[in-house]
Antibody, heavy 122, light 103 residues
Framework: EVQLVESGGGLVQPGGSLRLSCAASGFTFSSYAMSWVRQAPGKGLEWVSAISGSGGSTYYADSVKGRFTISRDNSKNTLYLQMNSLRAEDTAVYYC???????????????WGQGTLVTVSS | EIVLTQSPDFQSVTPKEKVTITCRASQSIGSSLHWYQQKPDQSPKLLIKYASQSISGVPSRFSGSGSGTDFTLTINSLEAEDAATYYCHQSRAFGQGTKVEIK
């Protein structure tokens, strides 16, 4: 059974940093690209970032480019999102999601974690 | 940058009624359009992939159609458990969501 479990969310001051983790199980992690998608309170879904299965290719939304870094450790079956220079508008539930089949990252997201809440406030 | 626009934003529907949600892309995307259902306090769930392909375990009353720039999600004979927000998705873009409420 595929499982994605996010952790690392919490309250952080504007300008601060946070690292999110997503522990994956139930599939061959290194074969699948992964994405982060966020949802501000009461708002819709926003794609944040994606990474290829090998970790060699990364992609970012313009809203986080230069501030967030996606990475993965395939030996630990774990996806990361390093978030720096955080702003109030980054406040959201952050979901990690797996793409539907091996290969490209621009694929349907067939499994999602339960999400972790990041609150940026002084 | 592709923009996805859904309509309507909100729909109040009685059980057994048919629901139609549309998603329009700002440029042609072929059939690379996917639909998700998100119930309150839950993670999104993949409903339909590549415009019309069904997903294992999803009830057959959910179907999708369209290509190019215009897509439709149809829920035939709405059930109470279908109360949720529905999103279309392509690559980096999500639609703004359509909330379906049961009357």
């Amino acid at each position: 059974e595929v499982q994605l479990v996010e952790s690392g969310g919490g309250l952080v001051q504007p300008g601060g940093s946070l690292r999110l983790s997503c522990a994956a199980s139930g599939f061959t992690f290194s074969s699948y690209a992964m994405s982060w998608v966020r949802q501000a309170p009461g708002k819709g879904l926003e794609w944040v970032s994606a990474i290829s299965g090998s970790g060699g290719s990364t992609y970012y939304a313009d809203s986080v480019k230069g501030r967030f870094t996606i990475s993965r450790d395939n030996s630990k079956n774990t996806l990361y999102l390093q978030m720096n220079s955080l702003r109030a508008e980054d406040t959201a539930v952050y979901y990690c999601a797996k793409v539907g089949f091996p290969g490209a990252w621009e694929l349907p997201l067939d499994y999602w974690g339960q999400g972790t809440l990041v609150t940026v406030s002084s | 940058e592709i923009v996805l626009t859904q309509s309507p934003d909100f729909q109040s529907v009685t059980p057994k009624e048919k629901v139609t949600i549309t998603c329009r892309a700002s440029q042609s995307i072929g059939s690379s359009l996917h639909w998700y259902q998100q119930k309150p306090d839950q993670s999104p769930k993949l409903l339909i992939k590549y415009a019309s392909q069904s997903i294992s375990g999803v009830p057959s009353r959910f179907s999708g159609s369209g290509s190019g720039t215009d897509f439709t999600l149809t829920i035939n004979s709405l059930e109470a458990e279908d109360a949720a927000t529905y999103y279309c998705h392509q690559s980096r873009a999500f639609g703004q969501g359509t909330k379906v409420e049961i009357k």
